[in-house]
């Protein structure tokens, strides 16, 4: 199963991540990819430099960045894994890093089953 994790920052201390938490996070990273369990990760850009594509009320609308929403969209990993519980796992390892390496910073992780062809396979007779 695949399971997109996404990260949102609530409250972050003013700078840049310690090297500490980015050793730690390529660590993590490391032993998720040798796993078999990571597919990709990436951080995103700040929300200023995106656009939202939306409709509403039978209209379409794109309006640029930044967005109003208090938790920004930091990042993102894909993981295959065999359960939810496991990609969960996967998860509060990353934000734990975070809780422990990075004093003040507060955030969250959405854990995301991604739809497979088995989602959609037609009726059996």
């Known amino acids: 199963m695949r399971y997109l994790v996404t990260l949102r920052v609530d409250a972050q201390p003013e700078g840049p991540p310690p090297a500490e938490l980015m050793e730690a ?3 993590l990273g490391r032993q998720a990819t040798e ?3 990571l597919l990709d990760q990436s951080g995103l850009a700040p929300s200023s430099e995106g656009a939202r594509v939306e409709v509403s009320g039978g209209r ?3 309006t640029d960045g930044p967005f109003a929403e208090a938790k920004e969209l930091i990042s993102y990993a894909l993981y295959e894994v065999r359960s939810k519980e496991e990609a969960v796992e ?3 390892r990353f934000v734990r890093l975070h809780r422990d390496l990075w004093p003040g910073w507060e955030g969250q992780a959405d ?3 991604l739809f497979g062809p088995q989602d959609f396979a037609p009726p059996a007779p």
């Open 111 to 113: 854990v995301l089953r």
């Open 60 to 62: 379409l609308a794109v």
């Open 35 to 37: 796993s078999g369990a």
């Open 25 to 27: 996070i390529m660590e």
């Open 90 to 92: 996967w998860a509060t």
